[in-house]
């Protein structure tokens, strides 16, 4: 069947041709190995300029989507093979926000594997003002009113970006700051749906317990609060879903 190109009416003709190529690509429609039809071409299908159209091509040859290979034209990636950690956001985008069962579960197992970790180095390598960092988190949680999702979504993920900068690994937070559009969207379902309950409270007990531990020096029990936090928050959320 033939790929149908329409043209695009909309605003910001680069974010609006990114989004169609990421949905024709995610969606399996332009397949992996496939050659994009020759810029000039391409462009006049989608009713856009044949710069906005090469911007566009960077920025998903950057996320790993397609490759732009110099006087042989565009070809589709396997994103499993060459996709980065940009591509979250986009997979997000693609299921219009909802939470895809299988990409659910595969982002929850691969937060409970690196964030344990963290926790775990920041009790051995934590420093005293990413303690105090840490503790005044909390703080602001402990203040907050139970029945703002939007603010303890923004304070959790600084709990857990500061536990992976205390874990003294360059990278962690790099991974976390990475998909942080895609990490708010999970915790920010479960913040609202928790709004005004006792789960408030209950998130807030593990923070206060993980930072016990990292103060203490404790990396095994570290990483055992932060296990039962993350399966304790996937719990929950699995049952909104």
Avoid: W
Avoid at 105 to 118: C, D, H
Avoid at 138 to 159: G, Q, V, Y
Wanted: hydrophobic share 45%; with cysteine; charged share 25%.
């Amino acid at each position: 069947m033939r790929t149908t190109f329409e043209p695009l009416q909309v605003t910001s003709l680069k974010e609006a041709c990114i989004t169609r190529l990421e949905e024709l690509i995610l969606s399996g429609e332009l397949k992996a190995g496939e050659r994009l039809p020759a810029e000039r071409d391409f462009a006049a299908r989608l009713g856009v300029s044949r710069p906005v159209l090469h911007e566009a091509l960077v920025d998903l040859a950057a996320k790993g989507l397609v490759t732009i290979h110099p006087r042989r034209g565009v070809l589709v990636n396997d994103f499993r093979v060459s996709g980065s950690c940009a591509i979250l956001s986009s997979l997000l985008t693609y299921h219009n926000g909802s939470l895809d069962v299988d990409f659910t579960e595969s982002l929850l197992a691969m937060r409970v594997l690196v964030e344990t970790e963290t926790a775990r180095l920041a009790a051995l390598y934590v420093t005293p003002q990413q303690e105090r960092s840490l503790e005044e988190i909390i703080a602001n949680e402990a203040a907050c009113d139970r029945a703002d999702p939007l603010t303890r979504t923004s304070l959790d993920f600084d709990f857990h970006l500061a536990v992976a900068i205390a874990s003294g690994n360059l990278v962690y937070p790099l991974i976390l700051n990475s998909f942080k559009k895609v990490y708010t969207r999970f915790t920010g379902v479960f913040f609202s749906h928790s709004a005004g309950s006792a789960v408030m409270d209950e998130v807030l007990a593990f923070h206060r317990r993980l930072v016990s531990a990292i103060r203490e020096h404790q990396p095994e029990v570290a990483a055992a609060v932060m296990r039962e936090l993350l399966l304790h928050g996937e719990q929950i959320l699995k049952e909104i879903l």
